[in-house]
């Protein structure tokens, strides 16, 4: 598993409870560095069942978790991104990781290049550091399988109601078909570009 940078040995992590950030959750203990559990409730359904688990599994392990909550109208992407951010904004002395990896950001450019603006996930934005992006998703389903992580399922990725889960359940797998080393294609031009912006 090839990870992007150095990991701090003290930092936030941005965890939705699911399995890629529960299993970054666990990777980071494992190594024993000080982490502090960041989740934002983005108010649907799913929502508070997460906020519930990730609660009872930091009380557990003696973990500080920090909730910030979505209460706007407006339920789209955007206005959870936007809102994740900002709560994000209040954690500034230390890094904060998230859990993005390959496949995430394949759909990124995906979407992106839909629009005529085809762009990679960046490694960094502030102080948000993501370390996963060259992570397959076998790799995360091995370690999580190896080291019997927890995590919770959001029932909602199954669905296509909002662009990138149609990129994902929809237009990838067409891809796939396609081009079966998709991923590994994908892989090697993450590579290019991480090297060429002096990250690896």
């Given at each position: 598993m090839k990870l992007l940078g150095r990991i701090p040995s003290s930092c936030y992590l941005a965890c939705s409870?699911?399995?890629?950030?529960?299993?970054?959750?666990?990777?980071?203990?494992?190594?024993?560095?000080?982490?502090?559990?960041?989740?934002?409730?983005h108010n649907t359904e799913h929502g508070k069942e997460a906020e519930h688990f990730l609660h009872e599994f930091c009380r557990e392990r003696n973990l500080t978790l920090h909730i910030g909550a979505y209460y706007g109208v407006e339920k789209t992407e955007e206005a959870w991104r936007n809102a994740r951010y900002k709560f994000f904004s209040f954690f500034k002395n230390k890094p904060i990781l998230t859990a993005h990896k390959l496949s995430d950001s394949i759909e990124t450019y995906i979407m992106s290049d839909i629009k005529g603006t085809a762009k990679f996930?960046?490694?960094?934005?502030?102080?948000?550091?993501?370390?996963?992006?060259?992570?397959?998703?076998?790799?995360?389903?091995?370690y999580v399988e190896k080291n019997k992580v927890v995590w919770i399922e959001d029932p909602s990725n199954s669905t296509s109601n909002y662009d990138r889960n149609k990129i994902r359940n929809e237009v990838i797998p067409v891809l796939k078909q396609i081009n079966p080393g998709l991923e590994k294609t994908f892989f090697k031009r993450c590579i290019e570009k991480y090297k060429k912006d002096g990250i690896i």
């Open positions: 409870g699911g399995k890629d950030s529960m299993m970054l959750l666990n990777f980071l203990l494992a190594g024993r560095r000080d982490v502090t559990v960041l989740y934002f409730n996930i960046p490694y960094q934005r502030d102080n948000i550091i993501r370390p996963m992006l060259l992570v397959f998703n076998s790799e995360i389903d091995r």
